[in-house]
Nanobody, 122 residues
Framework: QVQLVESGGGLVQAGGSLRLSCQVS????????MNWYRQGPGKQRELVAR???????AYIDSVTGRFTAGRDNAENTMYLQMNNVKPEDAAVYYC????????????????WGQGTQVTVSS
């Protein structure tokens, strides 16, 4: 069974920085794309950043130039460096990964972490 665990959330002042991490664990699995999502209060969940298996990252417009996502395939980790954080960035941030393993005959599926809260003080 593959599990994802996020860490690094907390309280940050507007204009400050925060780094989120995601650790993927399990036995004999592979990962394709990895994604960061967020869900703010009263809002729908949205995709924030996607990191391909070769490390190419793409972002939504509202975080471009402020957030940087990356991954370490050897360690099965992904990070989200959040700079110049704004009040509208406050949300629960989720890590998700397109995972393949023997339990589903190597058919890709999306696995999710439990989320980590980011609170922004103005």
């Amino acid at each position: 069974q593959v599990q994802l665990v996020e860490s690094g959330g907390g309280l940050v002042q507007a204009g400050g920085s925060l780094r989120l991490s995601c650790q993927v664990s399990g036995i004999d699995f592979k990962i394709n794309d990895m994604n960061w999502y967020r869900q703010g209060p009263g809002k729908q969940r949205e995709l924030v950043a996607r990191v391909s298996s070769i490390g190419r990252a793409a972002y939504i417009d509202s975080v471009t130039g402020r957030f940087t996502a990356g991954r370490d395939n050897a360690e099965n980790t992904m990070y989200l460096q959040m700079n110049n954080v704004k009040p509208e960035d406050a949300a629960v941030y989720y890590c998700a990964a397109d995972v393949l393993d023997a339990s589903t005959n190597w058919i890709p599926r999306e696995e999710w972490g439990q989320g980590t809260q980011v609170t922004v003080s103005s």
